[in-house]
């Protein structure tokens, strides 16, 4: 029987898990850089302390038992806390460390990733991000409730609990077919919007509430698609629905090299004078202590954003 007053280090919960995860004592002492004696000393200390045998070792293999099984996902677990203790102690510094869970909208998320984790392996190795990719209704609440760390989204959110950390602006193009009166102008006024049947993503996006507000101001007597049967939820169904010639739509620029290069599109942008664009920022609690991090991190996803941006310059007009 084990001892009741006996707590297991963490060197002796990694040797534990290590050992099962190799299923070689010689592999594991390797990966640990430790030697083998301490490696077995280190698991004899655990099962002594416990009470009980995880680990069955003979000359040939090395098996985890039943119990042993039962207990590798608490250590592994226990482990995984205490390296997030530390990323966290580290983010409390300003330093770029650890597990970083990041949130990121859909009509952002696949325009900026490739170059933002490029960017992040190159400047920040230590970093571990985990993206989720959701609506920002979702977003938020899984900010507040801890679930993500950092939000890239469309600002300001007026979200209680929450600051709005601004990144940068980014204009709308607009996608027609080649044949529109309007295809490949670069100087549209905001009243083109008028002549255009506009196909918009679904309930839920931003994206679509920004472009609703701009058929506002341009005086659109009806709502851009509240009487089609047609429902997307991602940007590249829409613009292959336009594609498909039912309609025309906007996307933010950096959206254009992935979206717009593909036949049967023509790319027009606005007039230099009409304010069509949408604000992308991060949205972090208000009760971090991370906001030295998560400046870091937004001048990494702006440069990310240039690097978006600049790869479809050559689809819009000159």
């Known amino acids: 029987m084990g001892n009741r007053e006996y707590k297991p280090t963490l060197a002796q919960l990694r040797t534990f898990v290590t050992i099962a995860e190799q299923k070689h004592f010689v592999s594991a002492a390797t990966k640990l850089g430790i030697s083998q004696p301490s490696l077995s000393q280190a698991l004899a200390a655990l099962e002594t302390g416990l009470g009980i045998q995880l680990i069955e070792r003979s000359t040939r293999r090395v098996i985890v038992t039943p119990t042993g ?3 590798l996902p608490y250590a592994k677990a226990t482990l995984e806390a205490a390296d997030a203790f530390v990323a966290q102690s580290r983010g409390v510094f300003g330093e770029l460390a650890g597990p970083l869970n990041i949130g990121i909208i859909p009509t952002i998320a696949p325009y900026i990733l490739p170059a933002l984790l490029t960017l992040l392996e190159e400047e920040y190795p230590e970093l571990q991000p985990r993206i989720v990719e959701s609506q920002t209704e979702h977003l938020l609440q899984r900010l507040r409730d801890g679930h993500i760390d950092v939000a890239v989204l469309a600002t300001p959110t007026a979200a209680s609990g929450v600051t709005d950390i601004p990144l940068y602006d980014e204009a709308f193009a607009v996608v027609t077919s080649p044949e529109h009166p309007l295809a490949g102008r670069g100087d549209l006024p905001l009243e083109a919007l008028k002549d255009m049947d506009l196909l918009l993503l679904d309930d839920g996006h931003c994206l679509r509430d920004q472009i609703v507000e701009l058929c506002k101001l ?7 698609g509240a009487q089609s049967a047609t429902r997307a939820t ?4 829409v613009v292959q629905l336009v594609v498909a010639g039912l309609g025309s739509t906007l996307v933010p620029l950096s959206a254009v090299a992935t979206e717009c290069g593909r036949p049967g599109l023509a790319v027009s942008t606005f007039d230099a004078s009409v304010d069509a664009k949408r ?3 991060l949205a972090v609690r208000a009760s971090s202590r991370r906001h030295a991090e998560f400046e870091q991190l937004g001048q990494l996803i702006t440069r990310a954003y ?6 479809g310059r050559t689809l819009l007009p000159r």
């Open 69 to 71: 099984e039962e207990l």
């Open 218 to 224: 341009a005086e659109v007597n009806r709502t851009p």
């Open 279 to 281: 604000t992308v920022g």
């Open 306 to 311: 240039r690097e978006a941006t600049e790869s």
């Open 234 to 237: 991602s940007l590249t169904t």
